[in-house]
């Protein structure tokens, strides 16, 4: 049974409660013409875990206030934050999928609610190949649990992102989520030989007993492959739209031109398509192979090396979006906006410079502008 909410914001309180049952109200939505300026204070990465995810429940005493409250200083009009994050606990209460142990908010629906307060469109998160939790509660329905792709899409784990979509899209009143990793798994832990379950899903796709991975074509191979994460597509999509149908679905991709997704059923339907890998030139290699609503993002993070000097300044000129993220650097939050804007832009290098031009960026400066230390009423 969920909780009785409290609203966060009087004087809102009731457009907001009624998109927080029952989707995002309309006007918390960009238009195709608003440039797109989003931000990810990252909550999938740090210690503490099995692998390189998070522990369960690091960062669950996080303030949406002050989440907001930073994204809105850095000048951003989306933020994307978690459904479900990469150890596999959600960032709401109440919900199919269990949260994080220790979530001092309800932290969702309270960003949800804070955000679209400020104007704010606000994105959840799930990670479609790589999920800790499942693959522990599941072992023979998954290739361990490392921090890349390691689940194959069978029926099981398909009828779970099903629900597990349904549940966060109507109950939070997110605008949308972000996909990642839409991958086929990798086969490390098992030195490269199949699950039985995914034998069985090659069967039950291609019409044929699977045939031994000796004996597995590259061919056969990419057409299973594009076959499963079309079928993947489908159910994401299908979860989305049923349960909200103006639901944006923002596909991440950091290898858009890899053939087991280049020119694909889910090019073609996403609503947002985003280039993780941060150049300009792969977005133009399959900008004709999006449909007409997909809006195209590039991404500025420190692992991807996109120069933000060159890649903002042609983004925009090119209509392209823009997005950025990185895990917290103190507390559950980074520094404050301002550190990024005090000090000239080539002083910083890493993600921290990435976010001093989008900062710039966001706010409508020059990317070589220098602010004082003001106080946070001019900020």
Same mark, same amino acid.
């Given at each position: 049974m969920l909780r009785q909410r409290t609203p966060l914001l009087p004087l809102v309180a009731s457009s907001l409660l009624l998109g927080a049952c029952q989707g995002a109200p309309e006007q918390f939505r960009l238009s195709p013409q608003t440039p797109i300026r989003a931000f990810d204070i990252d909550f999938n990465w740090g210690p503490g875990g099995p692998n390189d995810f998070a522990a369960p429940g690091l960062w669950a005493d996080a303030d949406p206030a002050e989440h907001v409250e930073w994204c809105r200083q850095l000048g951003a009009n989306v933020i994307q934050t978690f459904c479900v994050s990469c150890n596999g606990y959600a960032w709401y209460e109440d919900g199919v /999928? $269990? $949260?994080? $142990? #220790? @979530?001092?908010?309800?932290? @969702? &629906?309270? =960003? =949800?609610? @804070? #955000?679209?307060? &400020?104007?704010?469109? /606000?994105f959840g998160y799930f990670c479609i190949g790589s999920n800790t939790r499942w693959g522990q509660e599941h072992p023979d329905l998954s290739y361990g649990i490392p921090s890349s792709p390691h689940i194959p899409y069978t029926d099981v784990y398909l009828a779970y992102l099903d629900g597990a979509i349904r549940d966060a899209v109507r109950s939070t009143g997110i605008d949308g989520f972000m996909i990642d990793w839409v991958w086929m798994p990798e086969r490390q832990a098992t030195q490269g030989r199949w699950l039985q379950a995914e034998k069985d899903l090659f069967a039950q796709l291609m019409g044929r007993p699977f045939p031994g991975e000796e004996e597995l074509t590259g061919e056969d191979d990419a057409a299973y492959s594009r076959r499963a994460i079309e079928r993947c597509w489908q159910t994401i999509r299908r979860a989305a739209k049923e349960t909200e149908p103006g639901c944006l679905i923002w596909l991440s991709c950091h290898s858009p031109t890899h053939p087991h997704v280049v020119d694909s059923l889910m090019f073609r339907e996403a609503d947002w398509l985003m280039n993780e890998g941060g150049d300009l030139g792969r977005i133009e290699a399959i900008r004709a192979t999006v449909g007409p609503q997909t809006r195209l993002i590039t991404c500025l993070a420190a692992w991807n090396g996109a120069d933000p000097l060159a890649i903002v300044p042609a983004a925009v000129a090119q209509d392209i979006g823009l997005y950025g993220f990185t895990k917290p650097q103190e507390g559950s939050l980074l520094p404050a906006v301002n550190a990024y804007l005090s000090r000239p832009v080539s002083s910083m290098q890493g993600d921290e410079k990435n976010i001093a031009v989008l900062a710039r960026a966001y706010r409508g400066l020059a990317l070589d502008c220098v602010l004082g230390q003001a106080s946070p009423e001019e900020r």
């Amino acid at each position: 049974m969920l909780r009785q909410r409290t609203p966060l914001l009087p004087l809102v309180a009731s457009s907001l409660l009624l998109g927080a049952c029952q989707g995002a109200p309309e006007q918390f939505r960009l238009s195709p013409q608003t440039p797109i300026r989003a931000f990810d204070i990252d909550f999938n990465w740090g210690p503490g875990g099995p692998n390189d995810f998070a522990a369960p429940g690091l960062w669950a005493d996080a303030d949406p206030a002050e989440h907001v409250e930073w994204c809105r200083q850095l000048g951003a009009n989306v933020i994307q934050t978690f459904c479900v994050s990469c150890n596999g606990y959600a960032w709401y209460e109440d919900g199919v /999928v $269990p $949260p994080q $142990p #220790g @979530l001092k908010h309800d932290f @969702l &629906r309270d =960003v =949800v609610e @804070l #955000g679209h307060a &400020r104007g704010m469109s /606000v994105f959840g998160y799930f990670c479609i190949g790589s999920n800790t939790r499942w693959g522990q509660e599941h072992p023979d329905l998954s290739y361990g649990i490392p921090s890349s792709p390691h689940i194959p899409y069978t029926d099981v784990y398909l009828a779970y992102l099903d629900g597990a979509i349904r549940d966060a899209v109507r109950s939070t009143g997110i605008d949308g989520f972000m996909i990642d990793w839409v991958w086929m798994p990798e086969r490390q832990a098992t030195q490269g030989r199949w699950l039985q379950a995914e034998k069985d899903l090659f069967a039950q796709l291609m019409g044929r007993p699977f045939p031994g991975e000796e004996e597995l074509t590259g061919e056969d191979d990419a057409a299973y492959s594009r076959r499963a994460i079309e079928r993947c597509w489908q159910t994401i999509r299908r979860a989305a739209k049923e349960t909200e149908p103006g639901c944006l679905i923002w596909l991440s991709c950091h290898s858009p031109t890899h053939p087991h997704v280049v020119d694909s059923l889910m090019f073609r339907e996403a609503d947002w398509l985003m280039n993780e890998g941060g150049d300009l030139g792969r977005i133009e290699a399959i900008r004709a192979t999006v449909g007409p609503q997909t809006r195209l993002i590039t991404c500025l993070a420190a692992w991807n090396g996109a120069d933000p000097l060159a890649i903002v300044p042609a983004a925009v000129a090119q209509d392209i979006g823009l997005y950025g993220f990185t895990k917290p650097q103190e507390g559950s939050l980074l520094p404050a906006v301002n550190a990024y804007l005090s000090r000239p832009v080539s002083s910083m290098q890493g993600d921290e410079k990435n976010i001093a031009v989008l900062a710039r960026a966001y706010r409508g400066l020059a990317l070589d502008c220098v602010l004082g230390q003001a106080s946070p009423e001019e900020r």
